[in-house]
């Protein structure tokens, strides 16, 4: 069997490197995009870990309240004549200017830890400050010294003087221990990080040790607004938020595979073809049908086993370049978190094998099943035959319209536990659907133009496109393969586009002020630095500003999900805004919000927490739960954790802290801008502001969001490349194939160029079938993606837009690349001897 | 220009090909002149197909000349020989060498369209008329006989009327009824356009036909009258 093997697929095989290389290259890449997103995703989102858990150790439960808890509660709770151990903690971020480097700082009891008798290490990820481990360092007393305990991965030592941007201040620090950690992190006194952030008597957490369940106890020693949840709860709970981000993107790194598929089918199809008349033979001769099948699945298996050899390493190295993408990707729309190290383990790697082998395996299934349905006689009496498929086309466009069919109605059912699964379907039957009636696509086409083709492009035209016609067998499947690979181009560049174009326009409703000031500290979607308070007012006093907007934003947990809850002048919307409100009247609602506790809620909101407009939702607001009507909701596109926004004076009643984290500014009309900027900076000389005019915070979002979308498109182009190289060994094989078609042409007075334009004539013709099949598959898929899995997965609608340019420049590319991938397979077809060809036939 | 009839439409003079170091002609010299159908007859290996690709400005030769209607293929590039293949040279095959996925008609244009002359499906059907195939040329090469295919690629060699048409046995696929049928309108084509056909063959029925005879053996002619 093995020696049958290595003679009739290995030397054939062999015999034709380059294109054995190419089919290989592309299952490689298809497995290598797979492995590379799985790690990366793994790494930035799947195990993940938000920053603020640095050096929380172990707990039981944890208690959180919306704006803090008060430091009392932790005296209060210590004192509990119940067996439990008790650690504060306030979370928040620094930069370490000296680096430019974004770090956690988390206030920690560090006194209480040092009271600690059977303390011995300094604290740790591994060994957490708050266990009884802990000595502090010798100066470390609040009010002693500005101390602090930092993690990085610079050369500091003890003794050390750096500099801390927290909020909008600079804040000079001596570092009095050095910790030697994967992660980077800054720990000081609960005091100093309670006065670093300006939040006297006020802590985000603490987190319970307790040796029973001693839940009811603790409750009622809480306040109302103050929610006990099991510790890690909300880790849990950001997972799974960032779960179905995963998954998307999982799916987009497996249509490189599916190309790849698509081309193995291809590879295996022609090896039957060509081998027909050779296992007829060998049927004859008495080889059995399960070795026939043995032999090509094995075949097949090679492609699999080589492409795997290539694609794990290769997906490793491109997962470190995919991770950076994909974490930022994280911090701008969900949780602020530290991609964790790429880890190539047995599992993921086990996958990779197991994904690329099915699918290898599955691709040549039906191709090998047909070699050994040969019948002896058949093959030999009629020799070397292309299968005709015009028997099969009614069928298959049946099956098309059936598929297509269940493809509406796929995209017309509900999200499975948030996940639009039945819109992956829906786009799975549409891609099927769209295979099914390539053949079809690819005869009538080829038909019908056959004429126009001859009086445009010559004889040679004419030629090519018979010769596609004749072998529709192997070419639909090419052409298949590069019409998927186009389609999700496509559908997914009109998506980008149709949300960079809604994001514009949303841009233009919110960013109505002339000029925007935060804190010189990068925020994410669950981080918000604050400002000074008072800053508004003194900007306020500016001779040429007439109103200013404070903006103040936290990160709150609503039935178990993260959101942000926001609150805002009601007035300046009211009067400057041009807020759309999706639902609601915008002067009632505003109206509402300054009178009574009401909300607007953005859409995504709505759509996750299944409320709606004149609902009552209860917020756990300072101390108590607070009922809050929705009076509107509104298009959001920031984060797709979802806002709740109230007016400003309403909430201070409850959160009364009164520090921002935005402004926004209007200026008179005809102000100058530069001239206004100076004099807010010199207004503000003594803190730390980025002060953005409006149209430099335009250009940023509108940066942030062409990051975010960078590693789909690189995906796609992935998808694109694999199914260039397909044609460029497809089209190598159909030389080979008719090699005596061209050696004959050269008979009867072709010269050398109508070969070579006969075989790019072919390769032009596949490229734009491809590019035609792909923009109407593309574009279906597009509504698909528009209007069911992003609405499904993220909660917002956005306004279908086809970004006309970007699919032109790169659909001429992709025609290019195919027409370029002729000029190997013409270099072959110039270099057969006509003479040794026909001699041999 | 009229046909010279003073000038051979073939000329071979002293003519060598060798293939690394075997000798597939050695010192061929053969003048074959307008309107003479010549058979070539010897055992496989002799040199039959070697001098039919000289001939039809498929090879050149190691040494020696060789003359197509007056003209040496000698020091011409690849084009010049594209052009004298295309305006001077038909082939027929033992094995037809139709193209499966063209009609008869189209097969038949093919060398029209390749050499871009006007009026290639008018002249093809002529054509398919011409060897009794009129009516046929919608259809594809599998719908044909064996007869009939081969008359399409007479049919498909004449198209353009080249001066020589090179036969490389033209019947071996055939059963002897239909043989004579193809080999009766070879000679007809002689007859009636004065074409020039040297056919390599193996049957002696093939022989009946020409106007001459030359036997080759290990490359060279052994009867060169």
Known sequence: MIRLFARLILRPLRAEPVRTLLTVLSVALGISVVLAIELASDAAAGSFRSSLETVAGEADYEITAVGGLDESLYAKLSQLPIPIKVRPRIENHAVLLESKQTLPLIGLDLVAHALDTNSTNAPNPSNPPASPSVTPAPNLAPGVSRGVILATASNRKPGDTITLRINDHDHLLTVTKVINSDTAFAIVDLGLAQDLLSRPLKIDRLLIEATDNLEPQIKQALPTGATLAPFGARTEENRKMLAGFRSNLVILSYIALVVGAFLIYNTISVSVVRRRSEIGILRALGMTRTTVLTMFLAEAALFGLAGIAIGVPLGRLLAEAAVGAIGATVQNLYVSSQPGLIALTFLSSLKAVLAGLTVTLAAAWAPAREAAAIAPVEAMARGRKDYDTSQTQFRNLALSAFCAAAAYFASLAPPIGRRPLFGYLAAALLVLSASLATPAFVHYLTRSTRHLLKSLLGVEGLLASQSLDASLRRTSVLIAALITAVAMLVSVGIMVGSFRETVIQWIDSQLTADIFLQPAVPASADRFPTLTPGMAEKVAALPMVTMVDQFRAYPIFFRGLPVTLGSGDANVVRQRGKFHLLEGDPESAYAQMLNSDSAIVSEPFVNKHNVHLGDTINLPLGEKIHPIKIVGVYTDYSNERGYIILHRSRLLRYLPDPAPSNLAVYLRPGTNLTQAQRAIENALADSRVLILPNQSLRREAILIFDRTFAITYALELVAVFVAVVGVAGALLALVIDRRRELSLLRFLGAARTQIRKLILCEAGLIGLLSVLGGIILGGVLSLVLVYVINKQSFGWSIQFHIPIAILLGALTIIFTATLLAGLYPARVALALNPIEVIHEE | ?225
């Open chain 2, 1 to 225: 220009m009229p046909p010279n009839p003073e000038i051979p439409v073939l000329q071979f003079a002293g003519v060598h090909r060798k293939y690394q170091n075997v000798s597939a002609l050695d010192g061929v010299s053969l003048s074959v002149p307008p309107g003479q159908l010549l058979a070539i007859v010897g055992r496989s290996g002799c040199g039959k197909s070697t001098l039919l690709n000289l001939a039809g400005a498929m090879d050149f030769p190691s040494s020696g000349t060789v003359h197509i209607d007056g003209q040496s293929t000698t020091g011409l590039d690849d084009r010049a020989l594209t052009r004298l293949r295309r305006d001077k040279i038909g082939f027929i095959f033992q094995s037809f060498q139709l193209l499966p996925n063209l009609t008869a008609a189209e097969n038949v244009e093919l060398p029209l369209l390749l050499a871009g002359q006007p009026q290639a499906r008018e002249r093809a059907l002529d054509r398919l008329d011409r060897v009794e195939l009129g009516g046929l040329g919608h259809r594809y090469p599998h719908q044909l006989s064996g007869g009939q295919m081969q008359r399409v690629a007479i049919a498909r060699a004449l198209v353009h009327r080249p001066r020589l048409l090179l036969a490389d046995e033209p019947i071996g696929n055939l059963d002897s009824t239909t043989g004579a049928t193809i080999l009766t309108l070879l000679r007809k084509i002689v007859s009636e356009e004065q074409a020039t056909i040297v056919m390599a063959t193996h049957s002696p029925e093939s022989t009946a036909f020409a106007d001459r005879i030359i036997e080759m053996r290990d490359g060279r002619i052994i009867n060169p009258s």
